[in-house]
């Protein structure tokens, strides 16, 4: 069965620091990957998406996230966080006309 | 252009109480999804349509029904509600469901039942 794993539950930088969220996959093919942002009382947002092509995707709110076929990760980066990123981000991979999502990554931001 | 929109947002219902959640979207989308988000779980599906006529259970349907009642609409009904089924419940919508559509979210229903 397909699945997610975001192994960090929490994570912790200052503001202007860069950001690295993990995120691995398990899927039989070439997997549809996206990512989510969720603030404090608020659905999810979608932040940027993997299809095909190229490896590098580019998303809103200056993130980025690179997809890695060796290691079945999808890891989402940002190169200087701001106060204003401090949310919970989802990991999800598409399996048929559902999503799987992972169980999510809380960032903290210190000014 | 309200996108996915739930009612209520928050509900607080004594054990045995029934209920049904609301949820319409606007932007003509095929497929409709119910799911609920508790802490360290991350959000697990209970219940889908794929096209309007059509429902399928999830990884977290007892409990729950579903009516898809037309296209943009997708009810979520709690027959007698349970204290594990405290959660904050999203409904979300995508153009169709192939796996490479993202999906829309409301802003969630937040529901108690004590």
């Known amino acids: 069965a397909q699945s997610v794993t975001q192994p960090d539950i929490h994570i912790t930088v200052s503001e202007g620091a860069s950001l690295e969220l993990r995120c691995n996959y398990s899927y039989g093919a070439t997997p549809y990957l996206f990512w989510y942002v969720q603030s404090p009382g608020q659905g999810l947002q979608l932040l940027l998406k993997y299809f095909s092509g190229d490896t590098l995707v580019q998303g809103i709110k200056g993130f980025e996230a690179e997809f890695k076929r060796s290691q079945s990760s999808f890891n989402l980066r940002k190169p200087s966080v701001h106060w204003s990123d401090a949310a919970e981000y989802f990991c999800?991979?598409?399996?048929?006309?559902?999503?799987?999502f992972g169980t999510g990554t809380r960032l903290q931001v210190f000014p | 252009n309200a996108g996915v929109t739930q009612t209520p947002k928050f509900q607080v219902l004594k054990t045995g109480q029934s209920m049904t959640l609301q949820c319409a979207q606007d932007m003509n989308h095929n497929s409709m999804y119910w799911y609920r988000q508790d802490p360290g779980m991350g959000l697990r599906l209970i219940y889908y349509s794929a096209s309007e006529g059509t429902t399928d259970k999830g990884e977290v349907p007892n409990g729950y029904n579903v009516s898809r009642l037309n296209k943009r609409e997708f009810s979520l009904r709690l027959e007698s509600a349970a204290p594990s089924q405290t959660s904050v419940y999203f409904c979300?919508?995508?153009?169709?469901?192939?796996?490479?559509?993202?999906?829309?979210f409301g802003d969630g229903t937040r529901l108690s039942i004590l």
């Open positions: 979300a919508s995508s153009k169709t469901g192939f796996e490479g559509q993202p999906q829309h």
């Open positions: 999800a991979v598409g399996d048929g006309d559902k999503l799987i």
